[in-house]
Antibody, heavy 118, light 107 residues
Framework: QVQLQESGPGLVKPSETLSLTCTVS????????WSWIRQSPGKGLEWIGY???????NYSPSLKTRVTISLGTSKNQFSLSLSSVTAADTAVYYC????????????WGQGTLVTVSS | DIQMTQSPSSVSASVGDRVTITCRAS??????LAWYQQKPGKAPKLLIY???SLQSGVPSRFSGSASGTDFTLTISSLQPEDFATYYC?????????FGPGTKVDVK
């Protein structure tokens, strides 16, 4: 059974960079697409972007200038970096496995709340 | 971007009721639609993919259908564990987008 777990700071100061890591267990990161999705009360569920195991990426245009998704130093990890954060970036951040064949998200992490505040 | 709308935004129902939720895409997405269930404090759970295919392990009381740009999620006989918020998601083109959600609560 594939499991995903987000980790990282729960509090980030305005203008700084939010950094999260997703650790995948119970399966290989190879041959799949891996996405970051966030959920805030004001904007609902928002897809941030994905990375393929080869390293290719695709980002939401609304966040593209501030987002980087990369493969982790560990074989079964990938990471999210969001720069110049504001209070509007406060949300629960999820990592999820993205099926390229059907376009849905079939496995999700439990989510981690990131609050942007000084 | 493709905009997704859902109706109703909330529905009150009783155990055993048939519940229908509609999702509409702002442009054609063919069958590239998924439905998710989310309970408070939990991640969304995939129920239906490709508009009408049931995800493994999901009870058969859940079903999905499509007609043009309108998509429907039906719960044939609502069970206590089905009280939750339901979201649709288009998988036709990037950026991937979700509907605003429909909350199913107790009547």
């Amino acid at each position: 059974q594939v499991q995903l777990q987000e980790s990282g700071p729960g509090l980030v100061k305005p203008s700084e960079t939010l950094s999260l890591t997703c650790t995948v267990s119970g399966g290989s990161i190879s041959s799949y697409y891996w996405s970051w999705i966030r959920q805030s009360p004001g904007k609902g569920l928002e897809w941030i972007g994905y990375i393929y195991y080869s390293g290719s990426t695709n980002y939401s245009p609304s966040l593209k200038t501030r987002v980087t998704i990369s493969l982790g130093t560990s074989k079964n990890q990938f990471s999210l970096s969001l720069s110049s954060v504001t209070a509007a970036d406060t949300a629960v951040y999820y990592c999820a496995r993205h099926s390229q064949r059907t376009g849905d998200f079939d496995y999700w992490g439990q989510g981690t709340l990131v609050t942007v505040s000084s | 971007d493709i905009q997704m709308t859902q109706s109703p935004s909330s529905v009150s129902a009783s155990v055993g009721d048939r519940v229908t939720i509609t999702c509409r895409a702002s442009q054609g997405i063919r069958g590239w639609l998924a439905w998710y269930q989310q309970k408070p404090g939990k991640a969304p759970k995939l129920l239906i993919y490709s508009a009408s295919s049931l995800q493994s392990g999901v009870p058969s009381r859940f079903s999905g259908s499509a007609s043009g740009t309108d998509f429907t999620l039906t719960i044939s006989s609502l069970q206590p564990e089905d009280f939750a918020t339901y979201y649709c998601q288009q998988a036709h083109s990037f950026p991937l987008t979700f509907g605003p959600g429909t909350k199913v609560d107790v009547k």
